[in-house]
T-cell receptor, first 111, second 112 residues
Framework: QKEVEQDPGPLSVPEGAIVSLNCTYS??????FMWYRQYSRKGPELLMY????GNKEDGRFTAQVDKSSKYISLFIRDSQPSDSATYLC???????????FGTGTRLLVSP | NAGVTQTPKFRILKIGQSMTLQCTQD?????MYWYRQDPGMGLKLIYY???????DKGEVPNGYNVSRSTTEDFPLRLELAAPSQTSVYFC???????????FGPGTRLTVL
């Protein structure tokens, strides 16, 4: 079983839709949960950073962590064509340098 | 601040050739990382460093070597290139453990 599972997509939605992106994981020691956005032929950039369980909101983006289910989500409200990118979840243990990445979900938002 | 810079942007190698991928950061970060990204496979850690003179293996270190003589630079060396090393390589840096990692723009390497 992979440490982190993420549907590769592509996920195609119309502009204005609410998007839900998800990852599941197997290691209960993960405490730090991140979402990176990667545009085509660019490096990943951090979008959301959450410690432990709960929700975090930043503008149109909301990150949720459910440690009991080992499930994390990223919601995008009022999606825009500029949101078209690959979204990677990344998880980390406390005190560890290494990030464990999901494979990424490709999102396409059409005008 | 330029952030994390990588050179070259693209490179084609023949089997058996060697090359060095350069990575420099100007944020005075102690931690630096090398990843490779293959289609549908996410990012895999090759090597990382927690400071000048200190390096350690990641998930997929075979066929690669690194050195860290300064805080700013973290070059990745490929010896005897193989087709399996065809990938996009990303360098990243971080101020510490459990902090955001800042990524460079990547180097696209093809080995033929």
């Amino acid at each position: 079983q992979k440490e982190v599972e993420q549907d590769p997509g592509p996920l195609s939605v119309p502009e204005g839709a609410i998007v839900s992106l998800n990852c599941t994981y197997s290691n209960s020691a993960f405490q730090y949960f991140m979402w990176y956005r990667q545009y085509s032929r660019k490096g990943p950039e951090l979008l959301m950073y959450t410690y432990s369980s709960g929700n975090k909101e930043d503008g149109r983006f909301t990150a949720q962590v459910d440690k009991s289910s080992k499930y994390i989500s990223l919601f995008i409200r009022d999606s825009q064509p500029s949101d078209s990118a690959t979204y990677l979840c990344a998880l980390q243990n406390t005190g560890f340098q290494k990030l464990v990445f999901g494979t990424g979900t490709r999102l396409l938002v059409s005008p | 601040n330029a952030g994390v810079t990588q050179t070259p942007k693209f490179r084609i190698l023949k089997i058996g050739q060697s090359m060095t991928l350069q990575c420099t950061q100007d944020m005075n970060h102690n931690y630096m990382y090398w990843y490779r990204q293959d289609p549908g496979m996410g990012l895999k850690l090759i090597y990382y460093s927690v400071g000048a003179g200190i390096t350690d293996k990641g998930e997929v270190p075979n066929g690669y070597n690194v050195s860290r003589s300064t805080t700013e630079d973290f070059p990745l060396r490929l010896e005897l290139a193989a087709p399996s090393q065809t990938s996009v390589y990303f360098c990243a840096s971080s101020p510490g453990t459990n902090n955001e990692q800042f990524f460079g723009p990547g180097t696209r390497l093809t080995v033929l």
